[in-house]
């Protein structure tokens, strides 16, 4: 099996993937949009990509993804939770420092302590963390927020662990591929709803639609359509597999109210 996922080595991604199978090939690749794409056209088996962080919320180019690469043939299957301990890495001495680099969320996560520690220092957003470890192995004058494994595989010293703002710290990441998974009886679906509508009442009939068949729902958001100011889609993961008679009613009556679903897929659920 080859799983694409986001590189280069030493990612948490990686660290997720191996978690789901240890014993696949990997295929890396330089942004979350390139692994969907990937597994979209084939490219490889299946995909793993982080779509949540407990600390920062959801991955907005993974919620972006879904609603362009999800199609009947590539779906959700899978998730996987794992703890996320950020370290600041070097290659030099701390007093050397003059920029901060990492990924975004790992940038997000840890804001206070570069607040705390560095004050104005410049800060360098990278396409992962594992990048940000790169290419600090090529200057003392760089540090790097990865992982442990990633001083590892670097070269790198680790000076500071666990920097993130609180210590329970978890990212989820989901498996794109296919075919959808039979029913377990501990299933998540997950679900892109457009009103196409804006009137009062329209998401509370959508919602009520899941109360009256007692369907509990773990996570609701709304995202911009990037059409129009104001104009939302709706990205919902309830309990339940698409098999089971009471998730197929609900989602035959949202259908008919909502301007778009969009079913991303329904797989076993990791905690």
Not at 26 to 47: M, N, P
Not at 60 to 69: K, Q, V
Request: net charge neutral; proline share 4%.
């Amino acid at each position: 099996m080859m799983i694409g996922l986001l590189g280069p080595e030493g990612t948490f991604s990686e660290k997720a993937t191996k978690k789901w199978n240890d014993r696949a090939e990997l295929s890396y690749y330089d942004d979350i949009f390139d692994v969907a794409k990937a597994v979209a056209a084939r490219e490889v088996d299946c995909g793993i990509i982080p779509i949540e962080n407990s600390l920062e919320g959801s991955v907005g180019m993974t919620l972006d993804a879904l609603l362009r690469f999800i199609s009947d043939e590539t779906k959700i299957i899978g998730e996987i939770v794992i703890p996320i301990k950020h370290c600041l890495l070097m290659k030099g001495d701390i007093t050397d420092i003059k920029v901060i680099l990492s990924h975004p969320q790992a940038l997000a996560q840890c804001q206070q302590f570069i607040k705390n520690h560095f004050g104005d220092i410049d800060i360098q957003m990278t396409a992962s963390t594992a990048h940000a470890a790169q290419l600090t192995s090529k200057s003392k004058e760089m540090a790097a927020i990865a992982s442990e494994e990633s001083a590892d595989k670097y070269g790198l010293k680790v000076v500071l662990r666990d920097v993130q703002g609180q210590k329970e710290n978890y990212t989820r990441f989901i498996v794109l591929g296919g075919p959808t998974p039979e029913p377990t009886g501990k299933d998540k679906t997950s679900i892109i709803v457009y009103l196409r509508k804006d009137r009062p009442g329209a998401l509370y009939e959508i919602l009520g639609e899941f109360a009256s068949k007692n369907i509990n729902l773990t996570k609701i958001e709304s995202r911009p359509t990037k059409k129009a100011l104001g104009d939302y889609l709706f990205y919902i993961d309830l309990e339940g597999h698409i098999a089971d008679k009471k998730v197929q009613e609900a989602l035959n009556m949202v259908e008919k109210k909502a301007g778009v679903l969009k079913v991303l897929g329904s797989y076993p659920r990791a905690v």
